[in-house]
């Protein structure tokens, strides 16, 4: 039986979230849309079978097709980032970053990371997280005045501190990453180097963003965001770091992997290797420029003062409007954004005083340049007037008329 004749229900809420993310923008700089093949892979039959274990040594019988599919995906993976080895079963970013953890450090054990305030990640030390409980968090932050990361500074409070591990790559930093750098101070202290790539994979997969392959002992990311892939994770590292890290997602921090999600990834990986990604990557990257630039031109205070990848931080407090406020009242308009804290905030991270959109989803929908001058006139108008439910309505009308241009799933 069909969804819609077994849960009508379900079946109904899924539609209307369809027709959702078919009439919004999403500015949501972690959302993108999968393509239809990815979907049909994660929707298979895959999901009915029980892999435990690595191919051609799993816990279970039956797994002959299975096994071809999840060495298809390591390979993939390994040629798309030019890396020694990959481990694509981690169900999550954060599972991925458990994993490293417990891959090189012990319970206690000292690490650094950037301050969750200035672009840094739950499992890169907050408190609540198992990151910041288990483990012993050094924050380090950008520098005041640029809103750029200070390696000098870095590099001193990594002296200092002697950590064990080092975490680079964010989820809210908008410039490029010197990761060579982050290599040089590794090796001075000697910790192991950490690269968390969640955000910028899909950019790095492309070339048209620096690559941590060469320098990082360990890779973990994310397979949605700029990949375009299944919502799920991998890490990945130099062969000589293979065998922990492996031990470390299975048996250590996982059970049985989803398949299905696994040839999800593995197809996404071929798409990011035709020649067509990297025109969408980069064209990501030059929408992000224009929407910085647009969005500073009309009055946002750009955090950094620019970007540098698929990601614009916004310091809204000039304007006299929370995060929160200004995420509701877009939402109202049609514009799906997130509240995000800036460097050096004041308010609560529920609150903030920043905002955080990126052009992943809207690249994929087939914009450009034009469109987002279009967007960010749109944006700014909401943010000035969030009350105004009059004009709420007229974006929330321009807003659908121009997704109606740029549909991602064409019948």
Same mark, same amino acid.
């Given at each position: 039986?069909?969804?819609?004749?077994?849960?009508?229900?379900?079946?109904?809420?899924?539609?209307?979230?369809?027709?959702?993310?078919?009439?919004?923008?999403?500015?949501?700089?972690?959302?993108?849309?999968?393509?239809?093949?990815?979907?049909?892979?994660?929707?298979?039959?895959?999901?009915?079978?029980?892999?435990?274990?690595?191919?051609?040594?799993?816990?279970?019988?039956?797994?002959?097709?299975?096994?071809?599919?999840?060495?298809?995906?390591?390979?993939?993976?390994?040629?798309?980032?030019?890396?020694?080895?990959?481990?694509?079963?981690?169900?999550?970013?954060?599972?991925?970053?458990?994993?490293?953890?417990?891959?090189?450090?012990?319970?206690?054990?000292?690490?650094?990371?950037?301050?969750?305030?200035?672009?840094?990640?739950?499992?890169?030390? /907050?408190?609540?997280?198992?990151?910041?409980?288990?483990?012993?968090?050094?924050?380090?932050?950008?520098?005041?005045?640029?809103?750029?990361?200070?390696?000098?500074?870095?590099?001193?409070?990594?002296?200092?501190?002697?950590?064990?591990?080092?975490?680079?790559?964010?989820?809210?930093?908008?410039?490029?990453?010197?990761?060579?750098?982050?290599?040089?101070?590794?090796?001075?202290?000697?910790?192991?180097?950490?690269?968390?790539?969640?955000?910028?994979?899909?950019?790095?997969?492309?070339?048209?963003?620096?690559?941590?392959?060469?320098?990082?002992?360990?890779?973990?990311?994310?397979?949605?965001?700029?990949?375009?892939?299944?919502?799920?994770?991998?890490?990945?590292?130099?062969?000589?770091?293979?065998?922990?890290?492996?031990?470390?997602?299975?048996?250590?921090?996982?059970?049985?992997?989803?398949?299905?999600?696994?040839?999800?990834?593995?197809?996404?990986?071929?798409?990011?290797?035709?020649?067509?990604?990297?025109?969408?990557?980069?064209?990501?990257?030059?929408?992000?420029?224009?929407?910085?630039?647009?969005?500073?031109?009309?009055?946002?205070?750009?955090?950094?003062?620019?970007?540098?990848?698929?990601?614009?931080?916004?310091?809204?407090?000039?304007?006299?409007?929370?995060?929160?406020?200004?995420?509701?009242?877009?939402?109202?308009?049609?514009?799906?954004?997130?509240?995000?804290?800036?460097?050096?905030?004041?308010?609560?991270?529920?609150?903030?005083?920043?905002?955080?959109?990126?052009?992943?989803?809207?690249?994929?929908?087939?914009?450009?340049? /034009?469109?987002?001058?279009?967007?960010?006139?749109?944006?700014?108008?909401?943010?000035?007037?969030?009350?105004?439910?009059?004009?709420?309505?007229?974006?929330?009308?321009?807003?659908?008329?121009?997704?109606?241009?740029?549909?991602?799933?064409?019948?």
């Amino acid at each position: 039986m069909s969804l819609k004749q077994t849960d009508s229900v379900i079946s109904g809420l899924i539609e209307k979230e369809s027709e959702y993310q078919k009439k919004t923008l999403r500015l949501i700089a972690s959302e993108n849309y999968a393509s239809k093949a990815v979907m049909e892979a994660t929707g298979s039959i895959l999901t009915n079978k029980y892999a435990e274990g690595y191919p051609n040594k799993r816990y279970y019988a039956g797994n002959q097709y299975v096994d071809e599919i999840e060495i298809l995906a390591i390979e993939r993976a390994k040629k798309l980032f030019g890396v020694g080895h990959a481990n694509v079963q981690p169900h999550s970013g954060s599972s991925a970053n458990i994993a490293a953890f417990f891959a090189f450090l012990e319970v206690g054990d000292k690490f650094m990371g950037l301050d969750l305030a200035h672009g840094g990640h739950l499992t890169h030390g /907050s408190h609540v997280n198992f990151s910041g409980k288990w483990f012993k968090p050094v924050a380090y932050s950008v520098d005041k005045e640029t809103e750029a990361l200070d390696y000098d500074a870095i590099r001193k409070m990594a002296l200092e501190e002697k950590p064990k591990l080092i975490i680079c790559g964010y989820t809210a930093y908008p410039l490029e990453i010197n990761f060579k750098a982050f290599r040089d101070i590794c090796d001075e202290v000697g910790a192991v180097m950490m690269a968390d790539i969640s955000h910028i994979a899909g950019l790095i997969a492309a070339g048209v963003y620096p690559s941590p392959a060469e320098y990082a002992d360990i890779i973990t990311t994310t397979t949605h965001k700029t990949l375009r892939g299944p919502r799920g994770a991998m890490m990945m590292c130099k062969e000589e770091n293979a065998k922990k890290m492996d031990k470390s997602v299975f048996p250590g921090t996982q059970g049985g992997p989803l398949e299905h999600c696994i040839a999800a990834k593995a197809v996404c990986f071929h798409e990011a290797m035709q020649p067509e990604f990297k025109e969408y990557a980069t064209q990501t990257i030059k929408n992000a420029k224009v929407l910085a630039e647009e969005l500073s031109a009309n009055g946002l205070r750009v955090v950094a003062g620019k970007t540098e990848s698929h990601l614009v931080l916004l310091d809204l407090t000039a304007k006299g409007i929370t995060g929160k406020d200004a995420q509701m009242s877009l939402e109202e308009a049609g514009i799906i954004t997130n509240r995000n804290t800036i460097p050096f905030d004041t308010r609560s991270p529920f609150i903030t005083s920043g905002l955080r959109v990126g052009t992943a989803a809207l690249t994929t929908r087939g914009m450009k340049e /034009s469109e987002m001058k279009e967007i960010a006139s749109m944006l700014v108008k909401v943010v000035e007037k969030p009350d105004d439910s009059e004009l709420k309505l007229r974006i929330r009308s321009e807003v659908e008329e121009l997704c109606e241009k740029f549909q991602v799933y064409k019948e």
